[in-house]
């Protein structure tokens, strides 16, 4: 299954995978901006994406910097938008 992500949450989905390490295959697609997944993987992508999400949550509710929270809350919305596409996706297989 190919997954049609934007630039910006490509760049995320990059950084996501290289700070946590392990994933090449996936990462190796994700910079390469051709992004082909099996079922396997597609359940891999969705649970780092739940992850980082809750993650992310958890640190905007924590943050005291309104400039830093603004920016957490839109990291928090773009992976809410990715893992919306994930979970198509899933859906659909």
């Known amino acids: 299954m190919q ?3 934007l630039p ?5 989905l990059a950084d996501i995978l290289l ?3 392990g994933h090449d295959r996936l ?3 994700v910079l390469t ?3 082909h997944v099996d079922l396997d ?5 969705q649970e780092i994406l ?5 993650m992310v949550g958890k640190e905007v509710v924590r943050c005291a910097d309104p400039a830093r ?3 957490l809350e839109a990291r928090y919305l773009q992976l809410d938008s990715m893992l919306e596409k994930v979970s198509e996706a899933c859906a659909m297989l």
């Open 27 to 29: 990462l190796d697609q």
């Open 8 to 12: 910006s949450e490509l760049d995320l």
């Open 41 to 45: 993987e597609l359940d891999q992508l």
């Open 19 to 21: 700070s946590q390490g």
């Open 50 to 54: 739940i992850f980082q999400k809750h």
């Open 69 to 71: 929270k603004k920016l």
């Open 33 to 35: 901006r051709q992004i």
């Open 3 to 5: 997954l049609h992500f």
